[in-house]
C-alpha cells in the first residue's frame, strides 16, 4: 500500500491549505486514514482521522473548527483542509493508513512521505 501526500506550501498567516492522500496497490474502503504533523525535535503529533467510511471524525485539541478531514472513497483520496492558519501550524504533516480510526501514530500500518507546510508572512 502506497499513500502519496500533497498540497503542501507556503501560505501566509490567516491562510487556507487543501492537503491530499491518494492511496494506491490497497483497498481504500478497508482503511481508516489519518493525517500527522510534525516539527524537527518534537514527536509525531496527531492531527485528524476519519473512519473508512468517512462517517466520524476525530480530530486533535483545538484543531476543530479549523482543520477538516474528509475522504473521497471513489478516488482513493483523503484530504485535510486546513484554515485560518498560524506559524504554530508549520509543519511536515504525513497522512497514514490503518485498520481502525486511532489517535496514536503507532497504529497506522502505511504512511505516506509528508508534505511541507509553512506559515509565514
Known amino acids: 500500500v502506497q499513500l502519496q501526500a500533497s498540497g503542501g506550501g507556503l501560505v501566509r498567516p490567516g491562510g487556507s491549505l487543501r492537503l491530499s492522500c491518494t492511496v494506491s496497490?490497497?483497498?481504500?474502503?478497508?482503511?481508516?486514514m489519518g493525517w500527522f504533523r510534525q516539527t524537527p525535535g518534537k514527536e509525531r503529533e496527531f492531527v485528524a482521522a476519519?473512519?473508512?467510511?468517512?462517517?466520524?471524525?476525530y480530530y486533535g485539541d483545538a484543531l476543530r473548527g479549523r482543520f477538516s478531514i474528509s475522504r473521497d472513497n471513489p478516488k482513493n483520496t483523503a484530504y485535510l483542509q486546513m484554515n485560518t492558519l498560524n506559524p504554530e501550524d508549520t509543519a511536515v504533516y504525513y497522512c497514514?493508513?490503518?485498520?481502525?480510526?486511532?489517535?496514536?501514530?503507532?497504529?497506522?500500518?502505511?504512511w505516506g512521505q509528508g508534505t511541507l507546510v509553512t506559515v509565514s508572512s
Open positions: 476519519i473512519t473508512w467510511s468517512g462517517g466520524t471524525t
Open positions: 497514514a493508513a490503518a485498520s481502525y480510526m486511532g489517535t496514536a501514530a503507532g497504529g497506522y500500518d502505511y
Open positions: 496497490g490497497g483497498t481504500f474502503n478497508n482503511y481508516a
